[in-house]
């Protein structure tokens, strides 16, 4: 079992920068494959990056690569996501998940067992 609690979001101009982090609780942290994703008010959850367990590979959105990157901490049962060179389109709350399954190219949502309650980013033009 994994408790996901994430924090870091606001408001800020596009063109700016922003980092969420993801505590979580439980002695397995290192073992599981961590994402993100992120929901924009009437549209579906999408996948935004995940990083395998030990942090040595990560995988991000189209949308996304190249300004942002996803980190994890396991001694501190943390996982981060860097946001830069923000877009109003990247407007959405974003979510911490994690899954116990082993690679990190699954971009369901449906493949994460755990999830956070989510922070709200809003990026103004």
């Known amino acids: 079992q994994v408790q996901l609690v994430e924090s870091g979001g606001g408001l800020v101009q596009a063109g700016g920068s922003l980092r969420l982090s993801c505590a979580a609780s439980?002695?397995?942290?290192?073992?599981?494959?961590m994402g993100w994703f992120r929901q924009a008010p009437g549209k579906e959850r999408e996948f935004v990056a995940a990083?395998?367990?030990?942090?040595?590979?990560?995988y991000y959105a189209d949308s996304v690569k190249g300004r942002f990157t996803i980190s994890r901490d396991n001694a501190k049962n943390t996982v981060s996501l860097q946001m830069n060179s923000l877009k109003p389109e990247d407007t959405a709350v974003y979510y911490c998940?994690?899954?116990?399954?082993?690679?990190?190219?699954?971009?369901?949502?449906?493949?994460?067992?755990?999830w956070g309650q989510g922070t709200q980013v809003t990026v103004s033009s």
């Open positions: 990083i395998t367990w030990s942090g040595g590979s990560t």
């Open positions: 998940a994690a899954t116990s399954r082993a690679g990190i190219l699954n971009r369901g949502s449906y493949y994460y067992d755990y």
């Open positions: 439980g002695r397995t942290f290192n073992s599981y494959v």
